[in-house]
């Protein structure tokens, strides 16, 4: 009977030697052998094979590391050292006797890594910094399963191979900071988050009708005015839900009696670039104009930069910038020039989203341009706006997203001329058309669907799965899909005043989101079967989320 039960057990051991990674997740939980541990990495590897050995890491142990993947290094020694009770200081110049390598390898993608964790060594490969950092945060997750060995002073890792690259290189988060200001310590604990889940993009929504929130030298009064406000029916919502949830109070240092606002210095700026650098994520700011500017409208009512001089609202939205004159355009080029400098990175956001045209269509000015320049569309003034500052910003060497509006607007369905060149940011998913005429076009997409992919919506678990599920075979063509360069998930803080507001509505849907973005290969079953662990990550580290009855 022991011969009989050794053989099945070593015939069992074999069998998973070779299991890959979606069928180990698919076990159930009191199926699982004391031998092999399932994995809990978000985002899900490519390829993943676990063993029943193991590598002990000790104060023993020799780490050699390329002199180009510092801070992989650096990620991988504190992860060890914080879950161990020993200081691991062994480093070796050379490859030779050293147990843990990170080595480099030009037959690999620049974003591609591998890890090998066998024979007593761990090998990590990666052809760049960014791939060697993607490896380190993976490697963060697997020590979350070994076993603190105090009789030998050891941790024991289970042996494991990955093969690992993201499905998208457009990996994007977007934060609106004008509806309700953060502090920058708060952005610097999002980037965080986004380079632990394989994230490399975060758009900064600076400015919109509530809040201008970034310092302009040249037009000092866009923060010193159009970064504050008198409360609006938004934050008496919010004030509201505050008299029965404290995470719904405002921060204090944003409040001024009746007046809420704030804004960002441009070291503050720099501050955040060069922390998000460090974590290998681009910053992309938006200045979203010409629509949502009542901010800057109100700041220098002298510049008149609306067609009435005033901010006033229209069927749907507020009065746009008065693009027909060249004054205005003027100051547009004045405030980019100042953008484009702060940022180093190739894409810049112009918004030109939700343009309440018919101010445009009342003005005597608008008129006269349409007529002086053979236009025979109101349509046409947006288009003209859009392509001016696709060659201002051309000419700084900048790449230009716009939001999907600029092909066609909510209002009608005339399809405006656009420049291939633009990289179209797709949110609408009530008018698909306007994906479907941008690929047509020859523009790239980056995918941002608002019905799963804006995380502002209710944090229910109905949604968390939808997000997961999203299929973009089902609902886009494939013209669409050949021209997507990857996807961004969204927040409007028109109802999220705080911080706190802020983790619960994004926490968990940003794990799903993250394996949305990355994995090739995605599972229900096995996403919400790793997802406790990274509950626990949460708690933790003091991050607030929202509460799912998939994984309590």
Known sequence: MVKTTNFIIRCLILLLLVVNFNACKEEKPDEQTSIIKPQN?????????????????????????DVRFQKAKDIIVKAINDAGFFTLNQFSTSQDNSDILILYSENLADDEYHIEIDSGKIIITAKSPQSAFYAAQTFKQILWTAELDSAENAIKV???????????????????????????????????????????????????????????????????????????????VCMEKAKYDADYNFNPQFVNGSTYGGFYTKQDLQDIITYAKDNFIDIIPEIDMPGHMSAAIRSYPELSLSCSGNTNWGNEFSEPLCVCRNDVMQFCYNVWDEVMELFPYEYVHLGADEVEKSFWEQ??????????????????????FVDKMFEHISSKGKKMIAWDDIFVSNDDNIVNQVDP??????????????????AQNGNDIVLTPWSWFYLSSDPTDENLKSLYEFSEQSELSEQVIAKKIGYQACVWTEEIPSEAVFERYIYPRFQAYAEVAWSKNKVWDSFIKRMPAHINYLKENSIKYTESSYFK
């Open 41 to 65: 990495i978000i985002p899900a590897p490519e390829k993943i094979i676990l063993s029943d050995d193991h590598v002990n890491i000790s104060a023993e142990t020799v780490l050699y590391s």
């Open 158 to 236: 289970q042996a494991i191979s990955i093969n690992d690259k993201p499905q998208n290189k457009y990996r994007g988060f977007h934060i609106d900071l004008s509806r309700h200001f953060f502090p920058k310590e708060f952005v610097f604990k999002l980037i965080d988050q986004m380079a632990f889940y394989k994230m490399n993009k975060l758009q900064l929504h600076l400015t919109d009708d509530q809040g201008w929130r970034i310092q302009i030298d040249k037009y000092p009064k866009l923060t010193s005015v159009g970064a504050y406000r008198t409360f609006n029916d938004q934050d008496s």
């Open 363 to 384: 003005s005597s000015d608008c008129q006269q341009f349409m007529q002086d320049n053979n236009m025979n569309h109101i349509n046409q003034i947006q288009s003209y």
């Open 421 to 438: 060149a633009i990289t179209i940011m797709y949110w609408r998913d009530y008018k698909p058309e306007s994906a479907d005429y941008a």
